[in-house]
Each structure stands twice: as structure tokens, then as C-alpha cells.
């Protein structure tokens, strides 16, 4: 049953250098070599190991294929990791349990739906988040994932009423993976989500909060994973409701959420040849920084980030991306100075004098 749709998807891969084909998710002007002939017994085992539900072996038979990517370049490295998730998605669909109760494990990460406080009150916002305990050495993604992969999507069912806002997304890890850098987590992150109850509620039965989670999870290759997840929690009308046993992880999460900019910082961004340089004036000497970009083709997420002192804040000078095709009006992105102290950037991006 799955040997057809597999053969369908993967055999156009295999194609003589400078035939590439269009892949989904993959802009073509990425990819610079195709798969070489001598991945093609690769192949083939990869096919047999999917067509026979055997996922492990499959992962480490991909692994082998994207060694050989090593050979040629990071944009067929790219490729091969999402060329490669459509295969092993069907083959997680068709051999996954999924029972609705949380927490639940996967291949290489266990997830669960949990909630800062242990009741909801009508008309009260709540704290619900996203938990993954991921097997060591494999990450997941940031909103804006780097270099290869996707960030985690969800998909709410809500009981009547109630209102999910957008995930908020902490500060990330720069994940280096030889000419490569992700953006992203590893060991454990959480995925904070706003709900909002409705001033209506009645009754006093629990309340069911259900969720499908879909992430990749990469250390060579990534690997895309799914979870249907679920909480309930009961309903408390009146009084200060009680702090949940994972309260201390929300607090720790939250300090890594970005804020605004204090309105006495001064943050400028100038356009230079090859690269942008951002200025953040903070009042005091700054020992380090590190900058993620919001949005993809920004910059080079893989060049190092020039770090120059200034007596009032901290300079950073980042190379522009090749795939950036037209000037920048404005960067954004998240700047980090240290533990605590992450925030938003969003400036207009100025022409330099030099």
C-alpha cells in the first residue's frame, strides 16, 4: 500500500547533476546539485526500509544519504532533509498510535499539553503550553527555523467559547550542524499559549482542551512527528486559583520570551556592501549579543556575528544572505544580552555613509 505513493514522491530525485527538480517548500534557486549516482543503492534501501514500516533503520539509511550531501553542499543538505520528510510523514501516519491522552512519546520526543495554573475561572485568560522532552543531540525549530526545518504547528479544538492566541516563542539556541545553523531547542522546551475562557461558562464539569501537534525533529535528518493532545481541568468560579506543579518551567519560559525595547534605548541598523550593522545604545557597556532574525533570507545564519563593543551598548555586524534579493527596509528579529534579557527588534534599515 505505501510502496506506490513512496516510489511516486522519491523517484524524481534521482536525477543527473544540474536536472533538479521543483521540490515543495525548497526554492529552486537552493538547490545546486542533485542526488549523484552513486546515492542510488541508498535509495533503494530507503524505499525498502519505508515500504516494511522500518522507521529506525530508514532514519539512519537517510543519515547515510545526507553524509554523501557532505560532498557536494549545504543547499543539496537542505533538500535531501525535506525531500526526505514526505516519505517517512506517511510512513508515521500509517504506523503512529494516536490515543488523545498526553503525554505522548514518538520517535525522539515525548509531548505533552500542560497548564500554568490547575483550574480556569470564566472570563479569565489561562496559560496552556506546548511541553517537548526531546532525545538527546535532535532539536526542534523556532519560529523562523534557520537553515533547514519548520517551526511546530497546532491545530485547536476548543470547547464553545474559548479563544487560543499565537504561540509565544522564546529566545532560541544557535544549532551549528556543520555549514548549517538552526535555529531552535533542544533537551526541553515549552510552547506557551495564551487561552481565554468565556464570561458565559457554565457549569462546574471539567473543561477539555485539545490540540494536534505536528513538528519536525532533526539532528541529521528531521524526521516529521505528530501528537494528538489533551488536558482538562476544572472549572473554579471564585478565588486565587492555585499554581500548577509546572509553574516554575512557565517562569523560567517566560524570562526568555523577548519584550519591548526600553524607549531610552536608541537601536539603529545601517546597510553596508555585505552586510547589515546594528547598533544597540543601552546605556551601558554590553559584554555579548546575539541576534535572530524573524524572518528567513535575512542574513547568513551560518557567518559569525562580529561582535563590537561600544561604551554604551554593543555593535554586531551580520552578513547579508545570498538569498536576499532586494534591499532591506527593516530588520527584525530578537536580540539577546544575556540571561533575562531578550528583546524584539524591528528598525528601519539605513544606508551607511561608507
Not at 222 to 238: F, G, M, N, T, Y
Request: with cysteine; glycine share 6%.
Amino acid at each position: 500500500m505505501l510502496a506506490r505513493p513512496l516510489q511516486g514522491r522519491l523517484s524524481p530525485f534521482l536525477l543527473p547533476r544540474g536536472r533538479c527538480p521543483r521540490l515543495p517548500h525548497v526554492s529552486a534557486s537552493r538547490i545546486v546539485y542533485c542526488l549523484p549516482h552513486r546515492a542510488e543503492s541508498t535509495h533503494r534501501k530507503i524505499m525498502t526500509l519505508c515500504t516494511n514500516h522500518n522507521t529506525r533503520s530508514a532514519t539512519r539509511a537517510i543519515a547515510d544519504l545526507v553524509e554523501v550531501s557532505r560532498r557536494n553542499n549545504a543547499a543539496l543538505k537542505r533538500m535531501l532533509r525535506r525531500a526526505y520528510a514526505t516519505p517517512l510523514v506517511l510512513l508515521s501516519l500509517a504506523s503512529g498510535a494516536r490515543d488523545g491522552t498526553s503525554p505522548v512519546s514518538s520517535l525522539h520526543a515525548k509531548t505533552e499539553l500542560i497548564a500554568e495554573k490547575d483550574s480556569i475561572q470564566p472570563g479569565q485568560n489561562s496559560w496552556l503550553g506546548l511541553h517537548f522532552e526531546l532525545e538527546s543531540g535532535w532539536h526542534i525549530y523556532w519560529i523562523n527555523p534557520g537553515d533547514s526545518g519548520e517551526p511546530p504547528r497546532v491545530q485547536w479544538l476548543l470547547p464553545t467559547g474559548f479563544r487560543a492566541g499565537s504561540i509565544q516563542w522564546p529566545a532560541p539556541q544557535r544549532i551549528e550542524d556543520h555549514s548549517l545553523v538552526d535555529y531552535g531547542y533542544e533537551g526541553e522546551a515549552l510552547l506557551m499559549v495564551p487561552v481565554q475562557a468565556p464570561g458565559s461558562l457554565a457549569g462546574t464539569e471539567p473543561v477539555k482542551f485539545e490540540a494536534t501537534v505536528k513538528w519536525l525533529v532533526c539532528r541529521e535528518i528531521c524526521i516529521p512527528e505528530r501528537a494528538d493532545l489533551a488536558l482538562s481541568l476544572p472549572v473554579q468560579r471564585k478565588g486565587a486559583r492555585k499554581q500548577s506543579h509546572w509553574q516554575e518551567l512557565f517562569t523560567r519560559t517566560r524570562a526568555r520570551l523577548p519584550k519591548q525595547v526600553p524607549n531610552d534605548w536608541r537601536v539603529t541598523a545601517l546597510s553596508e556592501k555585505d552586510r547589515f550593522v546594528l547598533n544597540i545604545e543601552t546605556g551601558s557597556l554590553e559584554p555579548q549579543a546575539t541576534f535572530f532574525p524573524l524572518e528567513p533570507n535575512q542574513i547568513e545564519n551560518a557567518s559569525p556575528q562580529e561582535l563590537g563593543r561600544l561604551a554604551r551598548g554593543v555593535r554586531l555586524k551580520l552578513r547579508k544572505s545570498d538569498q536576499l534579493l532586494r534591499p532591506l527596509s527593516r530588520l527584525k528579529g530578537v536580540v539577546e544580552l544575556g540571561p533575562g534579557r531578550v528583546y524584539l527588534i524591528d528598525v528601519p534599515v539605513l544606508a551607511s555613509n561608507s
